[in-house]
Nanobody, 126 residues
Framework: QVQLVESGGGLVQAGGSLRLSCAAS????????MGWFRQAPGKEREFVAA????????HYADSVKGRFTTSRDNAKNTLYLQMNSLKPEDAAVYYC???????????????????WGQGTQVTVSS
């Protein structure tokens, strides 16, 4: 079991930055692939970024590539999402997710993640 709590969301002007954190509890965090997803009002949940259990091979949605960076600190049981050059279209509720599935090495499919946080709101003003 993994419990996830996101923090760091808020209101920022376009072009600004935010750093989201996802604090995890549970013994399996360090062996879990982790992902970030977001959902804007009226839209489906979409993939943002994912990272393997070891912190290697992070990958990103095309819409955030070059602007967002995900990382993890297994010693602190924490996942991060650094968001730079934010755009109004980045506004959404951001969720972190963990996967206990051994074959998930950082998938972009939300169906391969079985633990989810409650989400944190990111608002970007133009």
């Amino acid at each position: 079991q993994v419990q996830l709590v996101e923090s760091g969301g808020g209101l920022v002007q376009a072009g600004g930055s935010l750093r989201l954190s996802c604090a995890a509890s549970g013994r399996t965090f360090s062996r879990s692939a982790m992902g970030w997803f977001r959902q804007a009002p009226g839209k489906e949940r979409e993939f943002v970024a994912a990272i393997t259990w070891s912190g290697g091979s992070p990958h990103y949605a095309d819409s955030v590539k070059g602007r967002f960076t995900t990382s993890r600190d297994n010693a602190k049981n924490t996942l991060y999402l650094q968001m730079n050059s934010l755009k109004p279209e980045d506004a959404a509720v951001y969720y972190c997710a963990a996967s206990s599935l051994a074959y998930n090495s950082g998938s972009s499919s939300p169906n391969l993640y079985n633990f989810w946080g409650q989400g944190t709101q990111v608002t970007v003003s133009s």
